[in-house]
């Protein structure tokens, strides 16, 4: 039995739901891909032991699928909902179109859940896999795993427990003379569900490292949904040092005599080296890694991001 990846506390489940159980259990499956064709087929097989939920009755699970970082809704697939279950079999396939290019850079969530007809869903454990270090062709059986606290995440997997996101527009624009050199462009910058007081403005921070390049959107917003509709900018950048940088964007509450750090993403390659001043702060989470590294293989494009928000530690 294998053992995926920490669990990512995300914030992509359910709106309403319970994540009070002692996760137990496992799930059965087996990932093939056709390079030919571009498509990656997920069999899930079945789970067994599978945690009870309240007066200790058996569960009605069914499990969800999510292909990071892509947005949510554009790569959620279900299995159908199995009752009275502790050991559901399922023996359905799920089909992904995923090109050779970004096969490593993928990151594959499934989570387990039990339906209830009225009130939230019981969370009952979740892994993700890897595609860069993972086995194909044939069935292997996971770990189900609890979604931890957030006293006891590690930093690089701390993630919110609500449903904060942010999402932005991210390319490299080549200048005309010089190929090789450009500008990193992050567009269309918003949030979603931020925690916010009532009267308070919202700033938005860019961070480049190394080096400690600042930006700042001169800009503020107020809501739980800010957008802001002018980018943020580094200029001169060459092409061939992007895979040895990270970005920080960062939201700021205005108080009256100072900011606050509400929440941030930090994006960085998989395999980027900082001195120690830096390697420790700047960790990323696995989706945010894989966001990058999606970004990279083409950065001229524009790469259309969503992720959870963290919250700042300080």
């Known amino acids: 039995m294998k053992t995926s990846q920490s669990s990512l506390n995300s914030g992509f489940g359910d709106t309403k739901s319970h994540h009070n159980l002692d996760i137990s259990g496992t799930i059965e499956l087996k990932l093939c891909y056709n390079i030919n064709k571009g498509a990656l087929d997920v069999f899930i097989k079945k789970c067994t032991d599978l945690a009870r939920v309240k007066r200790n009755q058996a569960p009605n699970p069914y499990c969800k699928l999510y292909l990071l970082p892509d947005n949510q809704k554009t790569s959620k697939l279900k299995t159908t909902v199995k009752k009275d279950t502790i050991e559901p079999e399922y023996n359905e ?13 993928r990151i594959l969530w499934i989570s387990v859940w039990s339906q209830t007809s009225l009130g939230s869903n019981y969370f009952l454990g979740e892994i ?9 062709d044939r069935f292997e059986e996971y770990a189900l795993l609890a979604r931890m606290s957030k006293d006891n995440l590690p930093q690089t997997i701390l993630q919110t427990d609500d449903s904060s996101e942010l999402s932005f527009d991210l390319t490299f624009i080549t200048n005309s003379t010089h190929i090789e050199t450009g500008t990193l462009q992050i567009n269309a910058i918003q949030g979603k569900n931020i925690n916010h007081e009532k009267h308070s403005d919202i700033i938005c921070k860019g961070l480049l490292m190394p080096g400690d390049i600042k930006r700042k959107l001169a800009i503020s917003r107020k809501g739980p949904s800010p957008k802001w509709d002018i980018p943020l900018r580094w200029e001169n950048l060459s092409r061939n040092n992007l895979k040895t940088i990270s970005i920080e964007i960062s939201l700021w509450r205005q108080e009256r005599f100072r900011k606050t750090m509400m929440s941030f993403v930090r994006l960085t390659a998989i395999n980027v080296q900082f001195d120690d001043k830096f390697s420790k702060s700047f960790d990323s989470t696995d989706a945010e890694k894989c966001a990058w590294e999606f970004f990279l293989q083409k950065p001229t494009q524009i790469h259309h991001i969503q992720l959870p928000l963290r919250p700042a530690t300080n």
């Open 93 to 105: 396939v799920f089909r992904y179109q995923l090109n050779n290019e970004d096969f490593n850079s």
């Open 128 to 136: 993700h896999i890897s595609f860069n270090n993972c086995t194909l």
